[in-house]
Structures are given as C-alpha cells and as structure tokens.
C-alpha cells in the first residue's frame, strides 16, 4: 500500500497516512476517474470496510479525499452506523484527523488558509467551497474545460454526461442555467468544469 500511495499523495503525508490506515478490516482501492464523486467509503458485508479514491486527483485533493473517507470509517466504528453521513460525528473525526496535514511541510502555503476556513464546518464536498475548490484546481492537470463563472451569459456549454445548457443569471453564489433540450433550470457552482460550446 505504501508504494501505491506515495504515488498520489504528498510526500512528507506518507507516513501519518499509513498511520491511519492500519487496520487490518480497512481496504483502500484506487479507481478510475467517477464524475459524480471523488471518493467514498461503504462497510462490507464481510465485516470489512472499503474506501476508494480516483486516481485523476492531485495530491492534494487526493489527500484531503482520503482522510474525508477515513473520517467516515471512524466515525462509523466510534459513533456506530445510525449517525449521519455528515452529520456532527463525522464533522468533528474529520477535523481531528485534518489537523496533524494542515502545514507547510503538507500543503502549499496559499492553500493553509483557505483550508483552515474550511475545516472550522468541513463540508460534505470540499468542492462545495468554491474558493478551496478552485485553488486546488490550478494544481489539476491542464485541460480543456472552462468554469462555469467563466462561461459568458447566454453561452451554451455541455457537461460530462453530454447534456447541454445555456447559462443565465448568477443567483447568490450560483448560476442558474437551463437545460437547452428540456428547458429545465438547475443551479450550478461557480467551480464546476464545463465544454464550452462555441
């Protein structure tokens, strides 16, 4: 595990992480790229608990996806399987288990305090904190895509899975578009990657 892992995580993270993950009943796999996730964590049948991770993700998204999961493998054995997903319990596990990765040696310094807002009321997607979101971005591999807040009013643009809006107004923090088939409105981040249709 430790040869596999120190290919996607930050170096001087390594061993704190093998840390956390020693216990015999915790697998942890690497998937494909999921669109609709960057991680998850579930207990098995078999008594054993599962977390996976996408492999497209930087090192430092990957690092905070990781212990977001472990914080649910040890919520789920502290506080037992009633309490909610990301309810208090799992809040709290997570910030503990952030704390000891929220440094220099870790994370870039223009990251620290974006991170240290975020871990006040850790969210269930650090992608949900658009401003974190977009400052771990710029460490993704370059690609073709554009934000929505980049998309021009008006603009047509089509998501992952093929389906195609037209962005409109920008509500409090999200953009309302409508869906050019359907005329169906939804509200997106301002963070969310986007082809944009010229």
């Keep these: 595990m430790q040869n596999t892992l120190q290919d996607y995580i930050p170096k001087l993270s390594v061993s ?13 796999k690497i998937k494909r790229e999921r669109k609709t996730r960057h991680g998850d964590y579930k207990p ?3 008594g054993k608990h599962q977390i996976t991770i996408n492999s ?12 977001h999961e472990v914080a649910h493998f040890e919520a789920f054995r502290t506080y037992g399987p009633t309490i909610k997903p990301h309810g208090l319990e799992w809040k709290r596990t997570f910030q503990h288990l952030m704390l000891p990765f929220l440094n220099p040696e870790v994370f870039p310094n223009d990251l620290l305090p974006l991170l240290a807002k975020h871990f006040k009321n850790p969210k269930a997607s650090s992608d949900t904190d658009a401003k974190l979101a977009l400052a771990l971005k710029q460490f ?3 690609n073709n895509k554009t934000y929505i807040f980049e998309v021009p009013l008006g603009s047509h643009f089509k998501l992952y899975n093929g389906k195609v809006f037209k962005r409109g107004n920008k509500r409090v923090k999200r ?9 169906r409105l939804y509200l997106f981040n301002p963070n969310v990657e986007v082809e944009l249709i010229n």
């Excluded at 998204?61 to 990781?66: E, G, K, S, V």
């Excluded at 953009?175 to 005329?183: F, L, Q, R």
């Design 175 to 183: 953009y309302e578009c409508a869906e050019v088939k359907t005329g």
């Design 140 to 142: 993704d591999e370059p």
């Design 16 to 28: 704190k992480v093998l840390e956390l993950l020693e216990h015999e009943h915790l697998v942890v």
């Design 44 to 46: 098995l049948a078999n």
């Design 56 to 67: 497209n993700l930087n090192p430092y998204r990957f690092l905070i996806t990781l212990i």
